[in-house]
Nanobody, 114 residues
């Protein structure tokens, strides 16, 4: 299993980023996919998920600002992040939802400056 997240970077508060995550080693289209994040000193938290049918769920702190989507033909899940805030600073990972794959990959670092 490989989960390769990309698209992170340094952005000013109010800016936008689009994260991508290419998955391999399992049948992507049969899995609920999710984005997670881990800020320094904090536990990893679930940010957003997308079901096989495209239904989405978000943690309250990102609702209305983040949008998760998927392309099953490309085995890729995306996270469009708008109106970014300094508290969004974290390493972002993608994985399946309940249960997760053992391999998390390196994630992609998002840093939001104030």
């Amino acid at each position: 299993v490989q989960l390769q997240a990309s698209g992170g970077g340094l952005v000013q508060a109010g800016g936008s980023l689009r994260l991508s995550c290419v998955a391999s080693g399992f049948i992507f289209r049969l899995k609920i996919m999710a984005w997670y994040r881990q800020a320094p000193g904090n536990q990893r938290e679930l940010v957003a998920s997308i079901s096989l049918s495209g239904s989405t769920n978000y943690v309250g702190s990102v609702k209305g600002r983040f949008t998760i989507s998927r392309d099953n033909a490309k085995n890729t899940v995306y996270l469009q992040m708008n109106s970014l805030k300094p508290e969004d600073t974290a390493v972002y990972y993608c994985n399946t939802l309940g249960p997760t794959m053992n391999s998390w990959g390196k994630g992609t670092l998002v840093t939001v400056s104030s």
